[in-house]
């Protein structure tokens, strides 16, 4: 499957008009100074040569340098990666903490006027665009109310040493609690633009799987047992709704994972997001291949993670 | 648990653990969100924002401009500009050097006692050293600026080439504080060549201990010393107090630094970035639009603008008929209502442009006015030429420049006063890299363009604009293909004489020229604006866009 992504990604990125030594010399360049930089970067052979020099290097883990840094791709997003896995790690806490139990209410009282307004609010959710929802929180939360930071992942004067790359472990692990909170609030803007969408889709999700098992006939059981009503839904409907529910965590979670590219750039977070931004504003094919191919690892992994947590939840299920 | 549960748990777990072990490959290094003392905004801190972060940080393997605003503050030059013009001072060099044998030779004495950062001593060894690394292809250190290295390209591009195409011949020590240049043949722009920001003067030592390692270990004898460098996101220096500028007036390019700190942070996202300035993150922010003006001082910061060096003009192809006719290039340029283009699009951001570089730059030619937005004379024009319902295309960039605030605006406003002349002109764009290779191998009738000067030389608006060395099949600088021989030959002793009053003479001329042959309507001379926050005093908005922040000082609290 890899190959096959990286297949159409080769030929795509360089179906794209524009010349990447052109953008990478600018404006100001000479036909000669082209020529060089084309031929540095081995764009002068014929395409079919560059895609097996670059299968030869990818199978030996080696990506290619990259045009907007001039480091080895993989460098480049091991280095990015751990600040996009703290942000989607946040952003899903906020996407299911919020969104599972709002999508419980709203099917335990399908129809009612709760339930409406969260319909409407998920409605709202999935189809907001996120750089107008980040501008709208920048814009409050911070230039108004100046009660969050931005932009980055630290406010000046706070620094912590790479240990795993996640901002609120290396300050723990380093016990610099200010940088801890700090990073914490700074986490908070772009947790919350990131997290609408992903919100939204679980709300709907799980109410509408929550809906149909509420009708089973083991909740009827349950509830005819005389059980109360909290632990009938929680102990014996969410669980069984649940499968769907982890299903779309799952693929949301490795969809942002693979980097959030507006929310990155807006916020300037320096992650795989941001450096996919770089890479396809500038042409930067190594990089546009080296962001495509980890996303589609990553996807792979996820879904495997989520398939061997079906065994856990649904007993029935058997590998 | 049971065995089953217990290998259910561990093979999730498993692949929980395979994608979280890749972050423990983000080891080594620190997150920082910039440096400062220890918690909270430091007020000595200088945190000057932009829209790009560098790519190298070796000044003379790379064009780009956010790279070199970087080494400027690192790297001193023999010469520098002066602070907000482009007159050339001296700076490593002790005093500007008179030309001799009719500019074939420059002997340059230099400064005495100035130290590099890491303690090597500046001397003529160590010009020798950086002008021959440039210079000569087989020298062991022409090699360095990671891998997206421009492979010294300003070099060639100010000084012709390398080894036998150098203009530069040969550089020697004279004694320990003289350098004598020769020269091939005399080079009108030489003393501004030198002292543009990509010639700073490394330390020999550095580059010997490691050239390849270079780009991201800058070490230059400027007014601030290399900290570190956060890939994506921020640059960090530290006051260099042993400079040498420090005793140096203000008005000669010294004094300071007077921050102890500085950090330069890329906030792609221009309206983030200008939040971030409001929001008080910021010290200064570039790449403000005109629209980000008002709001900017609204908020009770300040606005100061860069003196232009910059043009921005609608070029029309002078390959492509009608254009090929110069009354159809004057119609065209008649029916525009240009002042109320500029006015709208540019406000406080622009000057209309008269001729065809900006005034900052000498030998400007201020007897030259525009023609006056005539749509009757413009029809006429157009009748006596034959084409009185013309039909073309008006290409525009889709992309903000900092010569073009908004592109597709301007386009559109042209359109409506290209159509009551008569000529209907479809508006036309594409992505940016492709706009420029396709205007760059003469794809369009007529094409919004710009340009941002690298010294303030003359030569390096109308030669490099205008000159029909330029109207390049591919890669073309010149994209109105304008080629006219007697233009071709006043440029040329632009360039090579180094008489001053022969230089007037043959600039002024060929605007004349130009202006009677109307290859693009000039549009205007932009003045980038920048924002501060209050208490930042002493920015000297310089035109070349590269400003060194040694005279910047923070007053009381950010």
């Not at chain 2, 401009?65 to 503050?73: A, C, D, I, M, P």
């Not at chain 2, 002066?82 to 001296?90: C, G, Q, Y």
């Not at chain 2, 409001?278 to 922010?285: F, K, N, T, Y």
């Not at chain 2, 290209?418 to 594409?430: D, N, P």
Request: net charge negative.
């Amino acid at each position: 499957m890899l190959i096959g992504v990286s297949l159409v990604v080769f030929f795509m990125v360089r179906a794209i008009p524009g010349d990447p030594a052109q953008l990478l010399l600018g404006q100001q360049a000479t036909q000669e100074q082209v020529a060089q930089v084309r031929e540095n970067m081995g764009l002068d052979k014929p395409v079919v040569v560059q895609y097996g020099l670059f299968l030869i290097d990818a199978a030996r883990g080696d990506l290619g340098d990259s045009i907007v840094t001039g480091r080895p791709v993989t460098t480049e997003l091991f280095a990015r990666f751990p600040a996009t896995l703290e942000l989607t790690l946040f952003a899903m806490l906020v996407a299911v903490f919020v969104g599972v139990p709002v999508g419980v209410i709203s099917a335990v009282k399908p129809y009612s006027r709760l339930d409406k307004v969260t319909s409407v609010l998920a409605l709202t959710g999935i189809s907001m665009p996120i750089f107008w929802l980040a501008m709208i929180l920048i814009v409050v939360f911070f230039v108004t109310l100046g009660i969050l930071p931005f932009p980055g992942r630290l406010s000046i004067g706070y620094a912590v040493p790479s240990i795993t790359g996640l901002v609120l472990v290396d300050s723990l692990l380093t016990l610099n609690f200010a940088a801890f909170w700090d990073g914490f609030l700074h986490l908070i803007m772009p947790a919350i633009a990131l997290g609408t969408f992903p919100m939204a889709v679980i709300t709907r999700m799980t109410r509408s799987s929550m809906l149909e098992v509420m009708g089973e006939d083991y909740v009827r059981t349950a509830r005819a047992k005389g059980l109360v009503p909290w632990r009938v839904v929680f102990k014996h409907a969410l669980r069984n709704a649940m499968l769907p529910t982890v299903t779309v965590i799952g693929l949301q979670t490795g969809i942002l994972m693979g980097g959030a590219i507006i929310t990155e750039t807006i916020f300037s977070w320096p992650g795989v997001g941001q450096f996919a931004y770089d890479s396809i504003s500038r042409r930067d094919y190594a990089g546009i291949q080296g962001v495509v191919l980890y996303g589609a690892s990553l996807f792979v992994l996820v879904n495997l993670f989520v398939d061997l947590l079906y065994a856990v939840l649904d007993p029935r299920v058997r590998y | 648990m049971n065995r089953r549960q217990f290998l259910r748990l561990s093979g999730a777990g498993f692949a929980g653990a395979a994608l979280l072990g890749a972050a423990g490959c983000g080891g080594g290094g620190t997150i920082s969100g910039g440096q400062g003392g220890g918690g909270g905004g430091n007020v000595n801190t200088f945190v000057f924002g932009r829209g790009a972060d560098s790519v190298t940080l070796d000044p003379i393997n790379t064009t780009d401009g956010e790279s070199l605003r970087v080494t400027r503050q690192i790297f001193d030059g023999l010469l520098d500009f002066a602070p907000e013009s482009t007159d050339v001072i001296p700076a490593l060099a002790a005093e500007i050097p008179k030309p001799e044998d009719g500019g074939r030779l420059y002997t340059f004495t230099l400064r005495e006692g100035v130290t590099f950062h890491d303690g090597a001593p500046f001397n003529a060894e160590a010009v020798v050293f950086n002008f021959d690394r440039w210079r000569l292809e087989d020298n062991e250190f022409h090699t360095g600026g990671g891998g997206q290295s421009e492979n010294f390209a300003y070099y060639v591009g100010q000084f012709g080439g390398f080894d036998g195409d150098s203009i530069i011949e040969a550089v020697e020590a004279v004694d320990e504080y003289t350098v004598r240049f020769s020269l091939k043949q005399p080079q009108g722009p030489f003393l501004k060549n030198v002292a543009m920001s990509p010639f700073g003067i490394a330390s020999p030592k550095a580059i010997q201990n490691n050239v390849e390692g270079f780009w991201q270990n800058p070490v230059g004898s400027g007014p601030f010393t290399f900290v570190s460098w956060n890939r994506g996101s921020t640059v960090e220096l530290e006051a260099n107090d042993e400079w040498w500028g420090a005793d140096v007036p203000a008005s000669e390019g010294g004094g300071g630094p007077e921050v102890s700190k500085v950090t330069i942070r890329a906030i792609p996202d221009n309206t983030a970035r200008v939040a971030a300035l409001v929001g008080g993150e910021l010290s200064a922010a570039d790449g403000l639009t005109p629209d980000d003006v008002k709001p900017v001082e609204q908020a009770g910061l300040k606005v100061e603008y860069r003196p232009p060096l910059t043009i921005g003009y609608l070029a029309m192809n002078n390959e492509k008929a009608p254009f090929d006719n110069p009354d159809v290039r004057r119609a065209i340029y008649q029916a525009i209502d240009m002042d109320a283009i500029v006015e709208a699009f540019f406000g406080n951001t622009g000057e209309i442009a008269t001729t065809y570089m900006p005034p900052t730059v000498p030998f400007f030619n201020d007897q030259i006015e525009r023609f006056p937005f005539d749509p009757d004379a413009a029809r006429q024009l157009l009748a006596d030429a034959g084409e009185e319902n013309l039909q073309t295309e008006l290409w525009y960039m889709p992309i903000p420049r900092p010569y073009m605030p908004d592109g597709k605006g301007i386009a559109q406003a042209m359109q409506q006063d290209l159509k009551e002349v008569g000529v209907t002109a479809k508006l036309v764009t594409r992505e940016w890299g492709t706009y420029l290779q396709e205007t760059g191998e003469g794809a369009h009738p007529m094409a919004l363009l710009g340009w941002t000067g690298d010294n303030g030389d003359p030569d390096n608006f109308l030669n490099v604009l205008l000159g029909s060395a330029s109207a390049t099949p591919t890669d073309a600088l010149n994209i109105a293909y304008y080629k006219n021989p007697e233009v071709d030959k006043l440029l040329q002793q632009g360039q090579s004489t180094i008489v001053e009053s022969e230089r007037e003479q043959a600039y002024m001329e060929a605007q004349e020229l130009l202006v009677e042959d109307t290859p693009w309507v000039p549009i205007a001379y932009a003045k980038p604006p920048l924002g501060f926050q209050k208490n930042v005093q002493g920015y000297q908005a310089s035109p070349t866009g590269g400003e060194a922040f040694n005279t910047v000082t923070l007053s009381g609290g950010a």
